[in-house]
Nanobody, 115 residues
Framework: QVQLVESGGGLVQAGGSLRLSCAAS????????MGWYRQAPGKQREWVAS???????FYVDSVKGRCTISRDNAKNTVYLQMNSLKAEDTAVYFC?????????WGQGTQVTVSS
């Protein structure tokens, strides 16, 4: 089992920055990729960014150049640095981890960007 706990969400003005954190615990050795998803009101959950165990990173086009995903293996934590935030970034952000065929999710953290 893997447990994921997000933190770092909040209210920020457009153009501002936030850093989300996702602390992993449990059978973390089994995780081969981690990432972030988001879900805005009335919309489906969408993938935002991923980082592999080897450190390769991937982003959805809408956040490229504005967001950076990183991981601190010593702290078992994945981060999402978000800059130049826009109103359309408003959503609940979920941490995701994949261990073999199993997906794990955090409880989510709210990000609200005021315009």
């Amino acid at each position: 089992q893997v447990q994921l706990v997000e933190s770092g969400g909040g209210l920020v003005q457009a153009g501002g920055s936030l850093r989300l954190s996702c602390a992993a615990s449990g059978s973390i050795f089994s995780i081969n990729a981690m990432g972030w998803y988001r879900q805005a009101p009335g919309k489906q959950r969408e993938w935002v960014a991923s980082i592999t165990s080897g450190g390769n990173t991937f982003y959805v086009d809408s956040v490229k150049g504005r967001c950076t995903i990183s991981r601190d293996n010593a702290k078992n934590t994945v981060y999402l640095q978000m800059n130049s935030l826009k109103a359309e970034d408003t959503a609940v952000y979920f941490c995701h981890g994949r261990a073999g065929p199993t997906d794990y999710w955090g409880q989510g953290t709210q990000v609200t960007v005021s315009s």
